[in-house]
């Protein structure tokens, strides 16, 4: 029912494809032939989609402010490549643990230092590698004190517009924040908030609250962080409609009703998006001397990622549902942790070329042994019978769907990774692991 928008993006005739690994490849026509180079179960990065997603955020940048302040939200994607590629655009990146920190180290020390229950370790190792650290609480910013060294932070404020959110610091609690800086060795960047929505106008309303509130204390900040939440259309405005308009439980193998859903379609998303928040803000702020931060995820990893699964059999049940087994699972891609469900259809990729048109609904299982084992519940409509060694590609998976899930259940290994870059007129493939190696 729901096509990606560009879901034929990777579907083209790669002349030349030279890989490690893979002896170089002339002609490569064939779909099926390029994704079966892939280890599968497999999840793919499109290096340069991510660096044109970033270019487009930098144009914005440059027609309201003076500097482009874009920091990646690495819990998006685990890629070290994504990481290498984000730094060479003068990219930051946003972390949430000392983990993604030491990743992020190896590339840029251009950092934002986020989560809710920074340890002693990670907050050292944020200080004396001279990262901006975003406070959550208090008591945080007190054991920041107490390591004694110079240290940038922002303060990440909890209730604005009204809506307390269990991250941040209290608006109440600002002055005690602001006495505890005025008598160390801190300095205050600026603050920084999350809206737990997808909200333009929250966004620009949470922006003006802040400025009040740097009005009534008299302070000189830098930087007012706006976290992530920018809307990316996965798919059309038809599209996603009529799904809403057609959806409920008779879609769904075992009525497994979803009804919740990221918005797959917003009216102004991406840098679109961007440009409607900068536009209503960028007079006041430049006045100021304020400069925006942004931290974007999904946005930023617009088809961007795939994810490819081998067909191991078809499924009839005793109740004429038809269930695809793949050699994916749950725990590789799914929304479900949002009690959810990926909304972009997959392809299926005939090993044989089949051209045979039958249709048939079928829902998508994986290689667990728990019940729960569906990476996609919904009945997909496919044009011809799945079989053994067929590939399903599911599209726009960078963002969260990769790795959000991950687990080695049943001591399955973590899908592997690969990065495919255009290099003069070859597409280079390499593991992704190999761009964390010094």
């Known amino acids: 029912m729901l096509r990606e ?34 280890d599968t179960p497999a999840n793919v990065i ?17 027609q309201y402010f003076s500097r482009e302040n874009i920091f990646f939200s690495c819990k998006c994607n685990k890629s070290y490549a994504l990481l290498k590629y984000a730094s060479e655009q003068n990219c930051g990146v946003e972390v949430s643990s000392n983990y993604e920190l030491n990743d992020a180290l190896k590339f840029t020390n251009k950092i934002i230092a986020s989560g809710p229950a920074k340890d002693a370790i990670y907050l050292k190792n944020s200080i004396d590698n001279n990262v901006v650290i975003s406070v959550d609480d208090i008591e945080e910013l007190k ?25 941040g610091i209290n608006l109440n609690q600002i002055d005690s924040c602001l006495d505890i800086i005025s008598n160390s060795l801190i300095q205050l960047d600026g603050f920084s ?20 509130l ?11 962080d706006i976290g992530g939440g920018i809307p990316t259309n ?60 942004i931290e974007p995820g999904r946005s930023l990893l617009k088809n961007v990622g795939i994810s490819i699964y081998q067909v191991q059999y078809m ?34 990729i005939s090993k044989d070329n089949c051209n045979c048109k039958t249709n048939i609904l079928a829902s998508v299982a994986g290689n667990l042994c728990l019940e729960q084992d569906m990476i996609t519940w919904r009945k997909i409509k496919f044009d011809f019978i799945p079989k053994k060694g067929d590939l399903l590609v599911y599209y726009n998976t960078a963002g969260y769907q990769m790795d ?35």
């Open 46 to 62: 499109f290096a340069d989609q991510f660096i044109s997603n970033i270019v487009k955020f930098k144009d914005i940048f440059t």
């Open 214 to 224: 740097i009005d009534s204390k008299n302070i000189n900040i830098k930087y007012i």
């Open 193 to 212: 908030f999350h809206i737990n929505n997808y909200s333009l106008n929250d966004r620009v309303d949470a922006i003006n609250q802040v400025v009040q």
């Open 143 to 167: 054991q920041i004190k107490e390591i004694n060294k110079p240290v940038n932070v922002l303060l990440r404020i909890s209730d604005l517009l009204g809506k307390v959110s269990r991250f």
């Open 315 to 348: 499924k009839h049940l005793c109740n004429e549902d038809n269930i695809i087994v793949t050699n994916g699972n749950i725990n590789c891609l799914s929304e479900q942790w949002f009690n959810s469900d990926y909304l972009i259809e997959p392809k299926l």
């Open 234 to 293: 996965y798919c059309t405005k038809e599209d996603y409609n009529n799904f809403l308009k057609q959806n409920n439980k008779d879609m769904y193998f075992k009525e497994h009703f979803i009804d919740d859903y990221y918005p797959y379609y917003s009216e102004i998303a991406d840098e679109k998006a961007l440009d409607y928040i900068f536009r209503k803000v960028y007079k006041k702020l430049n006045k100021m001397n304020i400069e925006i931060i």
């Open 404 to 438: 959000s899930n991950e687990s080695e259940f049943h001591k399955i290994p973590l899908v592997k990774k690969y990065v495919v870059k255009k290099i003069d007129d070859k597409y280079v493939i390499k593991e992704d692991k190999k761009y964390g190696c010094k």
């Open 5 to 38: 928008i560009g879901d034929d993006i990777y579907m083209v005739n790669y002349s030349k494809v030279s890989a490690e690994n893979y002896e170089c490849l002339e002609c490569l026509a064939e779909a099926y032939n390029l994704f079966a180079l892939f």
